[in-house]
């Protein structure tokens, strides 16, 4: 069988593609956020499981799932779906929007909305399992389809491979994924090497020494530092890494006080950084802390400060040859797919299931944005709302039929007789 036959293999599956655009609407109905995924990973379950064919595995790493179709000998090809969704407020007007709101970690009640396509990831691999498992007379090999929680924060696969993931299933040969971003529906992409950035978050907590708004001289004041510290960080990307390397440092929360009169004992600020490379990654660790060790001594604050990693995603790096085989197939049957798409600063931790076993990945970028949206934006500038937005949207059709195509292409590449 040639690559392009793939193709041809591919045209003449019947599908019927109007149950998943129903239950694409019920995930975006139902959202629920990290490690709480558990109605999510139900109804997942049982969707594979009326499939009739899948060997199923739930409860892995949280509620983590997989499904292994063992279907002759061959390789075994992983694909991978992310399930939980983020605490925003949904504002799409979509007659499908969501109203759920979820009590987060800390116990507080939060609007819960899927902003970043994993409702999408879910409906397109059920849907791509239903067609491998419709097309099995033409493949051999084992197929794993697996459902993985906790993405947005960046603990679900490794939570999963810490869980006896691959005590559980069989090691794959090769690891497969994607995502849908802010990009032209029915467009796709991917790139040999590093495609997503690196991502880590810490919290950095300063401390000061408290004291009435009238008398500053009594105090330390933790603000005052905290300010200088957020724009002195603004200088560690323009200043200390190369401009040819990818680096992106944002402070995203700065928190400190109650009331206006009092000069308060601490502040924290929420940090965010990025990078492809790992010696960029540890060179901006270094400056941070430099940095704000540097400006509590200037401040002369009590105590020193205290860093607490809170998130931490590894790069994303597509194997070389396996992005090749994956781009041959693309190339034979999508209009509109770039092998050569430009890397973005978004992060995943997908390629966890891989790197942990040294297995080789590829992932891939897929388009969502209504087509008419996007070409009139490109003429008149607009802004169009992308991942992790409140007015995130993307058009079912056909963002749902090239991703079901393209986990499928991926995977017959490997599992073709």
């Known amino acids: 069988m040639t690559e392009t036959s793939l193709s041809d293999l ?9 149950p998943y655009e129903d239950l694409y609407k019920y995930f975006h109905l139902h959202p629920e956020l990290s490690r709480q995924e558990k109605s999510t990973s139900e109804k ?24 292994i179709f063992k279907n002759g000998p061959g390789k075994t090809v992983l694909l991978r779906a992310d399930m939980d969704a983020l605490p925003v407020k949904e504002l799409t007007g979509l007659p499908y929007a969501s109203s759920v709101t979820m009590c987060d970690a800390d116990g507080i009640e939060r609007p819960v909305m899927h902003a970043c396509g994993h409702d999408m990831h879910m409906t397109c691999l059920l849907a791509a399992a239903e067609a491998l498992v419709k097309m099995r007379e033409a493949w051999s090999g084992t197929l794993i389809a697996l459902f993985q929680p906790d993405e947005e924060r960046g603990g679900g696969a490794q939570a999963m491979v810490d869980d006896g993931l691959y005590s559980r299933i069989p090691v794959p040969d090769y690891v497969l994924g994607q995502h849908v971003m802010r990009m032209r529906a029915g467009s796709i992409g991917s790139r040999p090497g590093t495609i997503m950035a690196a991502a880590d978050s810490m919290k950095i907590t300063v401390y000061g020494r408290g004291g009435h708004g009238s008398l500053p001289h009594q105090t330390v004041d933790p603000v005052l530092l905290a300010a200088h510290i957020v724009v002195r960080l603004q200088s560690i990307v323009s200043r200390e890494i190369d401009p040819s390397d990818l680096a992106v440092l944002t402070v995203g929360s700065l928190q400190a006080g109650q009331t206006e009169n009092i000069i308060a004992d601490k502040a924290e600020l929420g940090v965010d950084f990025r990078s492809a490379k790992l010696e960029t990654r540890e060179k901006l660790v270094a400056a941070i802390k430099r940095v704000v060790e540097a400006e509590c001594a200037a401040s002369g604050s009590p105590k020193p400060p205290v860093f607490t990693p809170t998130r931490r995603f590894p790069p994303t790096t597509n194997d070389k040859d396996l992005a090749s085989q994956v781009a041959a197939s693309f190339t034979s049957h999508f209009d509109n797919f770039d092998g050569d798409i430009p890397r973005t600063n978004v992060s995943e931790d997908f390629s966890t299931l891989a790197t942990c076993r040294g297995l080789p990945s590829c992932f891939w970028l897929t388009g969502c944005i209504d087509p008419e949206i996007w070409d009139k934006a490109q003429s008149t500038g607009e802004e169009i709302p992308g991942n992790h937005s409140a007015y ?22 490997f599992l073709k007789k």
């Open 10 to 18: 591919l045209k003449t599956v019947s599908l019927d593609l109007a």
């Open 44 to 67: 997942v379950t049982a969707h594979l499981a009326q499939l009739k064919v899948f060997d199923i595995h739930t409860n892995i790493g949280g509620y983590g799932l997989t499904g």
């Open 392 to 413: 995130f949207a993307p058009v079912i059709q056909p963002t749902m039929k090239v991703g079901v195509n393209a986990l499928c292409l991926a995977a017959l590449t």
